[in-house]
Nanobody
Framework: QVQLVEAGGGWMQPGGSLRLSCVTSGFSFSDYRMSWYRQPPGKDREIVASIGDNGLSRIYKDSVKGRFTISRDNAKNTMYLQMDSLKFEDTAVYFC?????????WGQGTQVIVPS
């Protein structure tokens, strides 16, 4: 079955960096667009970044442009999110996401905390 497992979250001071990873299994990773979402405390889940199947198409939420970089390694079935210049407003649970045959698949999430 499809599995998405995030890792790399944690506590980081403002201005610092974290690198999230999403290790996948159970589907042909290189055939699908992958995305990162986040859910800040008390708010709705929102898309952060998305990457095409070959890594060439990348889309970012405006507030993370220039600070976050999405990437993927199709040989390792893994997606990444490099987060630099972290801000308090980046505090959230970050989720890995893929849509396969009209069905949504989510990871369990990884918590990122940036204190004010």
């Amino acid at each position: 079955q499809v599995q998405l497992v995030e890792a790399g979250g944690g506590w980081m001071q403002p201005g610092g960096s974290l690198r999230l990873s999403c290790v996948t299994s159970g589907f042909s990773f290189s055939d699908y667009r992958m995305s990162w979402y986040r859910q800040p405390p008390g708010k709705d889940r929102e898309i952060v970044a998305s990457i095409g199947d070959n890594g060439l198409s990348r889309i970012y939420k405006d507030s993370v442009k220039g600070r976050f970089t999405i990437s993927r390694d199709n040989a390792k079935n893994t997606m990444y999110l490099q987060m630099d210049s972290l801000k308090f407003e980046d505090t959230a649970v970050y989720f890995c996401y893929v849509l396969i045959d009209y069905k949504d698949y989510w990871g369990q999430g990884t918590q990122v905390i940036v204190p004010s």
